[in-house]
C-alpha cells in the first residue's frame, strides 16, 4: 500500500504509529494488520507495512489498538451543548418555539456561543471526532472555539427570516455572513459556509441569496431539509411543491449542499439530491428523540448519495457522541426495514468517516487514512471486557467490533491536521474543568430566567413573540335579552351612528390555570362572514385578560390588564406550551357595530351562544378607556346607550360566557 510518492518522504517524518490495527476506511476498505501511519506536518505520508529504515522524530507502539480515521459528525449547533437537557419529550414546535428560541433570544452571545463550542469540542474530542459541520449564530465564535481547541469544522453562519441574537433582519444576517466568509475563508481547519436555516424559517430569497453567497465565495451551502411531515405538507400547500425541489428552484443545488434530515423524501428527491452531489447529514437520534420519522438512508446509499451522521445539536440529542450515532444507524435501519442485512457495520463506520467528510465537500482531505489526506485519526484501545474475544478469520470483523462492541471511552488518542488533541486519555487544547464549572453557571442563569418566565402566563406569553405587551382598561357591560329586535332597532337611532358593521363566527378557548392570579388566556379563532353567512377570512388571537374586574359604575364594569397576540401557532401548540389547569370551549355567533354615542366610540355586540347553548341574546357594550374618571364618564354614556338598545339594568349579566 505504499507508494513512491510516500517513500520519498518516508526518508524524514515526525511521527510514525506502528504495529497497529489499521483501519484506513478507504474506498476499498483496506485494513493493515501490524500496519503503520506515518505523519509528516500535518499530513499522512504514508499507510501500511512501513521499511524499517525510516526515520521518524517519534514512533509510538500501537500493538493491541486500532488507528482509524477522526469520526466526522455531519450535522450539529456546537453551541447548543450550553443547553443540554433544557426541555426534553415536547414536540419539536413548542420544543423550538416556546424553548430554545426564548433562551437563545435572551442567552446567546459570542462569549456564550464560544463556551458552549468549546464544551462540546471537549465531548468531540473524548468520543473521538475531529471534524464536525456546525450551524448556529455568532458562528465567528464557533469557528475561533473550534479553531483553538484544534478541531477541523464547517462553519455555517445561520441565516432567518426573522431576528435573530446575532442579526435584527436578514438583511443585516447576509452582510454579516459576508464578512465571515471573507475572514475565514482558507484557514487550514475552518471552512466557513452558509445557513439558510429551513424552508420552514426562510423565504425563497433568503435561498436564493444564500445560494448566490456560496457561489460567489465557493463555500458549502448547510441547511436543514424535509426534516418533519408537517413541514413538507406545508409547504405543499403553500409552494406546492416538497422542500427539495423547493429547495433547487432556489437555486440552492448550485452550491455544494449539506442538507440535515431529508426524513421525509421519495424516490425523485433522492435523486435530485444525487444528480446535485448534494451530501446528505441522517441524524437517527435526533429524528427519534422528536419524532420526526427514520430518513431512508439505506436507499440513499444505493443510489450513490453521499450520506454522513450527524448529531445534532445537543439540545435534541442529548450527546455528541458519534459512536452511539453509529451504532443507532446501522440499528434503526434493519428495524425499520426488517431487513437485518441494512446498513452493514462496514457502511455504517463509512457513513461517520469517509462519506461524511464526502457529504460535507471535505472528502479530499479527511475521512480516511490515505497518504496527501490530513492527519485526523483516532486510537482506539481494544484491551476492554468488551472488546474481547476477537475474530480475525473475517477482516471485516473489526467493523462489527467498532460499531456493535465499542464506546466512546475507548478512544485513547486523538489527532487532528498533526496535533494531538487527546493522549492517553487527557485533552491537550481544553481545560475541560474550567469548561465545566463556566458551564455549570450559564445553566444556573438559565433556570433562574425560566423559573421567573414559568410563573408567569404573562411572560410565557411574551417569550414566545408575539410579544404585543399591550396593558389597557376596558369597561363594559352585558344584558341578557329575550328579543335581538330591539337592539336593531335601538341601532337605527338618529343619535347613534354607526361606523362600521361586522359578522363573525368564533371559536374560542379558554384556558384556566390553578392560581387564579394568573387571569385566564382566551384562544379566539374569527371567521368573518359576508352577507350571505360565508366565510371571508378567518384570524387567530391569544387574549390574556386579567384575574378580575377593577371597579363597578352600578353594572358597568372596569376591567384591567388585557394582554392580545396575534396566534401564529396552533391550539395544540399553546395546549402544550401553557399547560392550562382546565379549558371550556365557547362557541357564538357575533354581529359587531363600532358606533358613535354622544362623541364617544363604543362597541356594540350582539351575541348568541351556539355552544354551550343558551336561549335568547346577548347585548355587550365596550369602550377603551385610560383612566377612572374616564370610565365613570363613560359608563354613565353606556348605561344610557344600553337602554336605547332595550336593556334594562336588571338584565345586566355580570358572569363572562365561560361562567354562565
Ligand atoms: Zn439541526
Not at 596 to 616: C, E, I, S, T
Not at 630 to 655: N, S
Amino acid at each position: 500500500m505504499l507508494d513512491s510518492r510516500a517513500r520519498l518522504y518516508m526518508r524524514a517524518c515526525d511521527l510514525l504509529l506502528t504495529n497497529a490495527l489499521v483501519v484506513t476506511m478507504d474506498e476499498r476498505f483496506t485494513i493493515h494488520r501490524g500496519g503503520a501511519v506515518a505523519i509528516a506536518g500535518n499530513a499522512i505520508v504514508a499507510v501500511g507495512q512501513i521499511p524499517n529504515d525510516v526515520e521518524a522524530a517519534e514512533t509510538i507502539d500501537c500493538r493491541g489498538r486500532i488507528v482509524m480515521p477522526g469520526l466526522v459528525n455531519a450535522h450539529t449547533h456546537a453551541p447548543m451543548s450550553l443547553l443540554r437537557g433544557l426541555a426534553d419529550d415536547l414536540r419539536l414546535d413548542v420544543w423550538l418555539m416556546g424553548y430554545m428560541m426564548p433562551v437563545e433570544r435572551e442567552f446567546v452571545r459570542p462569549d456564550f456561543v464560544s463556551l458552549g463550542t468549546k464544551l462540546a469540542c471537549a465531548e468531540m474530542i473524548r468520543s473521538g471526532t475531529t471534524c464536525f459541520a456546525d450551524m448556529y449564530y455568532f458562528e465567528d465564535a464557533v469557528a475561533n472555539a473550534a479553531a483553538s481547541a484544534g478541531v477541523r469544522a464547517l462553519c455555517a453562519q445561520t441565516i432567518l427570516k426573522f431576528p435573530t441574537p446575532d442579526a435584527s433582519s436578514y438583511e443585516d444576517a447576509l452582510g454579516a455572513t459576508r464578512e465571515f466568509l471573507g475572514r475565514w475563508k482558507g484557514h487550514p481547519l475552518i471552512v466557513p459556509s452558509v445557513a439558510p436555516h429551513a424552508p420552514y424559517t426562510c423565504t425563497p430569497d433568503i435561498f436564493r441569496s444564500c445560494a448566490e453567497l456560496a457561489a460567489e465565495f465557493d463555500v458549502p451551502v448547510h441547511t436543514h431539509l424535509s426534516e418533519t411531515a408537517l413541514e413538507v405538507e406545508r409547504l405543499r400547500q403553500d409552494y406546492g411543491m416538497p422542500p427539495i425541489p423547493w429547495a433547487k428552484k432556489q437555486r440552492l443545488f448550485d452550491a455544494r449542499m449539506l442538507a440535515a434530515h431529508c426524513v421525509h423524501v421519495d424516490e425523485g428527491e433522492m435523486r435530485t439530491l444525487h444528480d446535485a452531489h448534494a451530501g446528505v447529514a441522517h441524524n437517527p437520534t435526533s429524528n427519534l428523540k422528536l419524532g420526526s420519522g427514520v430518513a431512508p438512508v439505506a436507499r440513499m446509499l444505493e443510489l450513490g448519495v453521499n450520506v454522513g451522521i450527524g448529531t445534532d445539536g445537543a439540545a435534541s440529542n442529548n450527546d455528541l457522541d458519534m459512536f452511539e450515532e453509529v451504532r443507532l444507524a446501522a440499528l434503526l435501519a434493519k428495524g425499520i426495514s426488517g431487513d437485518p442485512t441494512a446498513i452493514p457495520a462496514r457502511t455504517a463506520l463509512a457513513m461517520a468517516t469517509r462519506l461524511g467528510a464526502h457529504a460535507m465537500h471535505l472528502g479530499d482531505i479527511t475521512g480516511s487514512l490515505e497518504p496527501g489526506k490530513r492527519a485526523d485519526l483516532i486510537v482506539v484501545d481494544l484491551d476492554r471486557p468488551h472488546s474481547v474475544p476477537r475474530f480475525e478469520r473475517e477482516a471485516d470483523a473489526v467493523y462489527s467490533q467498532l460499531v456493535y462492541a465499542a464506546k466512546s471511552t475507548d478512544v485513547v488518542d486523538v489527532m487532528c491536521d498533526g496535533r494531538w488533541l487527546m493522549r492517553g486519555g487527557r485533552l491537550q487544547t481544553l481545560d475541560e474543568p474550567e469548561l465545566q464549572r463556566a458551564a455549570g453557571d450559564v445553566a444556573r442563569r438559565i433556570d433562574a430566567f425560566l423559573i421567573r418566565r414559568e410563573q408567569s402566563v404573562l411572560q410565557k406569553l411574551i417569550a414566545i413573540g408575539g410579544a404585543a405587551e399591550q396593558e389597557s382598561y376596558e369597561i363594559q357591560v352585558k344584558a341578557r335579552l329575550t328579543s335581538e329586535e330591539r337592539v336593531r332597532r335601538g341601532l337605527e337611532s338618529e343619535e347613534i351612528a354607526i361606523i362600521r358593521a361586522v359578522h363573525y363566527h368564533q371559536y374560542d378557548t379558554y384556558f384556566f390555570f390553578d392560581e387564579p392570579d394568573q387571569g385566564r388566556l382566551r384562544y379566539r379563532e374569527d371567521e368573518f362572514l359576508d352577507d350571505k353567512n360565508q366565510v371571508v377570512t378567518a384570524r387567530a388571537r391569544l387574549t390574556l385578560t386579567g384575574p378580575s374586574r377593577e371597579e363597578a359604575f352600578g353594572s358597568v364594569l372596569l376591567f384591567r390588564s388585557r394582554f392580545f397576540a396575534p396566534a401564529h401557532q396552533s391550539i395544540r401548540f399553546y395546549r402544550e406550551y401553557f399547560k392550562p389547569a382546565r379549558e371550556r370551549e365557547v362557541e357564538k355567533d357575533r354581529r359587531r357595530w363600532l358606533v358613535a354615542y354622544r362623541g364617544v366610540q363604543f362597541y356594540v355586540h350582539l351575541d348568541r351562544l351556539l355552544n354551550p347553548a343558551a336561549p335568547g341574546w346577548f347585548v355587550e357594550v365596550k369602550s377603551r378607556t385610560w383612566s377612572r374618571r374616564d370610565a365613570r364618564d363613560k359608563a354613565a354614556v353606556i348605561t344610557a346607550l344600553m337602554a336605547h338598545l332595550g336593556a334594562r339594568p336588571e338584565d345586566a349579566v355580570e358572569a363572562d360566557y365561560v361562567e354562565l
